[in-house]
T-cell receptor
């Protein structure tokens, strides 16, 4: 049930944009995005509850295509603080989530 | 407002031993989920507790068991430890009634099995 993320790793220069994709083989009820910095706990970024929903804060946004069972995370004008591993989490019922395979993002000056 | 707290932060055990990890959820939260995160991998869902009962369980053997107390805190027990149980164990709390489903994670307990 683990969602698959792509790419596995990406290196950006400050100011560049990136897209992280999350695909599930099962129908999605919701999609969550988390960022985990090395040695720290995952931190919640956003949740999308409906197919077609898009959300964003600051320069990070996400979309959810329920029919394609996919979600994408968009990071624009990346900052050094964006570095970390990004995980999508897909929900079926209630608060149970399965986390994706992860995408390592490194932003360099 | 205290967040999710876990103890111990680090521990070392030998194969065959048993371990108990503890978690106190964020104030106001009533649901606790446990995850295992191996090095370089994403968190793997172990189980979730709500109203002192196990509501959902991932693909983990019966050696992994848990408990939730009336104050919503929780324990994760692992028996007959294997080398492969070495990982970061994360506790996440949430409020079942909320629609957002946001998970708040503790800093984790890093278990090393020798």
């Amino acid at each position: 049930q683990q969602p698959v993320q792509s790419p596995q790793a990406v290196i950006l220069r400050e100011g560049e944009d990136a897209v992280i994709n999350c695909s599930s083989s099962k129908a999605l009820y919701s999609v969550h995005w988390y960022r985990q910095k090395h040695g720290e706990a995952p931190v919640f970024l956003m949740i999308l509850l409906k197919g077609g929903e898009q959300k964003g804060h600051d320069k990070i946004s996400a979309s959810f295509n329920e029919k394609k069972q996919q979600s994408s995370l968009y990071l624009t004008a990346s900052q050094l603080s964006y570095s970390g591993t990004y995980f999508c989490g897909t929900g079926n019922t209630g608060n149970q989530f399965y986390f994706g395979t992860g995408t390592s993002l490194t932003v360099i000056p | 407002d205290a967040g999710v707290t876990q103890s111990p932060t680090h521990l070392i055990k030998t194969r065959g031993q048993q371990v108990t990890l503890r978690c106190s959820p964020k104030s106001g939260h009533d649901t606790v989920s446990w995850y295992q995160q191996a090095l370089g991998q994403g968190p793997q869902f172990i189980f979730q507790y709500y109203e002192e009962e196990e509501r959902q369980r991932g693909n983990f053997p019966d050696r992994f068991s848990g408990h939730q107390f009336p104050n919503y805190s929780s324990e994760l027990n692992v028996n007959a430890l294997l080398l492969g149980d070495s990982a970061l164990y994360l506790c996440a709390s949430s409020f079942l009634g909320q629609n957002t489903g946001e998970l708040f994670f503790g800093e984790g307990s890093r278990l090393t099995v020798l």
